[in-house]
């Protein structure tokens, strides 16, 4: 189990076994109640899903978990008006709103989806819920985000049935 903490400083890290990762999270804090778009982190305790990474710029990582290399159309649905695609990994040519995953910055080279309002997703409930990266610890968007040579340790100790209690 990851665990999300925050110390006296008001910084928060993930503690799994005896491993700390300073990490970020939604610039609105944490909530039990998110929606889409409030900037918010869903509190929780959740399954994880695979790694998904940029082959291009990052060679397969060391991990348990299931490894999906980036293609340039893939895109993770946020739009409301489609129930039965919402929160899932779409193709990016579907008209529909969409975080798109091949990004030009270096943020989604390596993600975890956090299975938050995952399966029998409610739309409009929050999407897009990725463990990704960071170079600065700024507020994110409601993922949770840690540098890259942490993301690369808690790869390598994580497995499939890895939960994250936030």
């Not at 082959?55 to 159309?73: E, M």
């Not at 540098?147 to 049935?161: E, G």
Request: with cysteine.
């Amino acid at each position: 189990m990851i665990f999300l903490t925050k110390n006296k400083y008001r910084l928060y890290t993930l503690k799994f076994d005896e491993f700390y990762i300073k990490c970020s999270l939604g610039k609105k804090g944490i909530t039990n109640k998110k929606v889409e778009g409030d900037k918010k982190t869903p509190a929780g305790k959740f399954r994880i899903g695979s790694l998904f990474y940029r082959k291009d710029r990052i060679q397969k990582p060391k991990t348990r978990l299931r490894c999906i290399p980036i293609q340039p159309k893939m895109g993770w649905s946020n739009d409301s008006r489609f129930p039965n695609k919402y929160n899932k990994l779409i193709n990016t040519q579907e008209k529909m709103k969409h975080e798109k995953l091949f990004r030009k910055d270096y943020k989604y080279d390596l993600l975890i989806p956090i299975e938050y309002n995952y399966h029998n997703a409610i739309p409009g409930k929050g999407s897009c819920i990725f463990i990704h990266l960071t170079r600065n610890y700024k507020p994110t968007a409601g993922c949770i985000a840690i540098n890259k040579i942490d993301f690369f340790v808690l790869l390598k100790i994580i497995n499939t049935n890895t939960k994250i209690k936030i």
